[in-house]
């Protein structure tokens, strides 16, 4: 945890933000696997943990700013759990490390709650995202359970939003030590794939260096020798000389900051000479929009600066033709880069996600474009000092895509078809780093890792 | 997958076992982390996949006895889905693996229930463990959010206990793999663990092993030096010299069937002597327990013979006194070993868990009994063959419990309090491994791992 008084703030600048009304945080709950006491490791809430810091099952935090009061509500631990899980914390022993004087039982919330109904409070909550939450609320506040999601408090997620965006130097802190490890599980995918290693060998591998450092996996890994495939995880694939291993990997902290970084390498020792030109042009991309990081500028602008370098690059490869500008404005790009230049990293990997990109990404001045490619774009709003954001371009060929496009002869004057098919087997390569928006441009997060093919060759 | 015919022979001895009704067997969906698309890793409901061996999130399995059809419902994948994690099987396709020819959309499924309720069947399902599932059945079923559980039905329950009971020989050589592979964690928790390593270190190199063989944990990983707290998972503490570490850990295979065993080991290179004579006392127990395993046998009596060889080499040091078998009707071991014996293993470590606990371990003439100890015995019916169980005894020295009995000096004919004090800090150990019941007697399942302390210390 952060100290008792950096809870507090964040707490008081939530009431300021908020400014009336009774704010509802519960936390999460155990979720069995394939029985109720067999459960998943615990997650807390990623707001719950911004505002309290107490990663334990169970709570719920109430800050009634009508009244200026807070509370935190959970049972406290039976002498049955002592037996068995050994000596625990108290409630308020937990709450006092955030700050928070005044803790009670669960059974106090129903009651709390009916008098601030019957008083006319308004009661903010944000979108739950997990069924048991849901249904919670549902019975909680007497709303149908389908309305749930509905009724969520814009006022409270843009109050968060608003906080939980410019990350702090002891959360950039916790940010680097994820990203460091995330580095750790790199070098071991890099150095761990070989010619005949599964792919699931590997992954596994990477989860064990995230959980023995104190954590866990801030998301699904995905390491597969198809990386146009966007949302493959990993399988029994057995890695072959030749192929490239896509690694899209992070590590939370014990705090549950993430970190998160992509590589893509050989599986032998070498890539090949295309591979290697691929990787080149996918660098020279992520390179500039690197550069052109910093306050006041639409990170909308920043991925079309990384389009047009991948365009250009796409151009000497000869797939693609034309005027680099009116290629990316007519989406040609978009057979290579279906998606996003990249996203907010915080407490969750794509930060804030269940407040909704509309106020995460986006504003009310600039709203998110419903066109293919800009539409996966999760980050579009001008960049602020504290922003921590990926920059991960990449060039994803997919057969599938191809053979949409060229079946209806989608963009030709961009787009050189008989090249491209050439390519259709060529796979997909990203490559990603963490970035802090600084007051003059951007900071990378963690220790630089292996990045060019040369670097990556010499690991091998 | 195994062979449609097994999927077959399953459904139809379930149609025969249930006799009448609709029976609804709602697969798991993908449940989010920290917000919705950042979802743990899936894991589908053991009944589902007994019945239908398909993995994948979103399904319903309806079994129309009244009028001797079936269908599984499902959404096909989009173009969208196979742009974005590529080819994919239809559901007809994986429907077809299991022998089941009909499939439709899951559009399809309120207007077939609707119809099922207004013909008045009777609709059959098992308890859900998921708020989601909870949240769906309700909704398609029209019963009330708190009501569902109480309405699932036990000849449901009973049909299908009474099928995954009996483990086939295909079954169990599965359940032969998941062992194996837990047998490579424990060799790896042994060697890898030194005074100076730490649990999660440890703990993560397990996770590691199980997700690279295919599969994934088949339940939280223990591991730590304070064995004696019955629900330690694992923490940042350093092991040291001296000290013994527990792990009971288990992988489950690609299939979802699991394996679960206990080793408890020196830190460093050596137990110290009384470490191994607790060590052997409790090997003695499990190794009776072993022996007394065969058909018709009631588990409650195999867990009373384990606990008089505990409390004879507990009388053997002096912490306990006087009449073997009286101090076991007393519960005077319970000081010592305040859980149960074993419990069923399967498609769930604890398997079946979910249908409850008086259908799977106990029955209709034998109900589990409330006093402490035996309150915690999972399993307690007669063995059958075919019956895949756990032995695992322990000695657990917890300070919280000697305090408590020793307030109200509890017991006193049968505990040395003196003697215990002196013990008080001494840790835990349990000892444990998975057996099939044979026509005849039992069969230790996967390879044999080190277990004696002689065989333990030589691998450090």
Redesign the interface.
Known sequence: MFTKDIYTARRQKLQAGVGNGLVILPGNEE???????????F?Q??TFLYYTGINRPGLVYILDIDNNKEIILGNEPT?DD??????LETLQQQADKAGITQSGPLSALQPLLDKALSAGQTIHFTPP????T??QL??WLQIP?AQVNSRASVTLIKAIVAQRAIKSAEELAEIEKGVNTTAAMQLAAITGARPGS?E???????????????GNLS??TILTV?GQ????HFS?TIMQEGQMALCDCGAET?M?YAGDLTRTFPVGKRFTDTQREVHDIVLQAQLAAIAALKPGVLFRDVHFIACEQLVDGLKGLGLMQGDTKEAVAAGAHTLFF?CGLGHMLG????DM??LGEAYVGYTDDLKKSTEFGLKSLRLGRALEPGFVVTIEPGVYV?P??ID?WQAKNHLPQFINYNKVNAFRNFGGIRIEDDFVITGTGSRLLGNPLAKTWQEMEALK
């Open positions: 979720i069995g696997m394939n029985y109720r006491h067999n459960t998943y490791h997650r809430d990623s002498i002592i037996v068995w899980t050994g000596p995202y997990r069924a048991d849901t249904a549902s019975g359970y599964s699931i060998e590997v992954a596994g591998k990477l989860q064990g260096i995230a959980i023995s450092a104190g998301f699904p198809n495939i966007l949302h493959n029994e014990a549950r279906q407490l969750d990997v794509h996600e269940n997919i599938e895509l949409m």
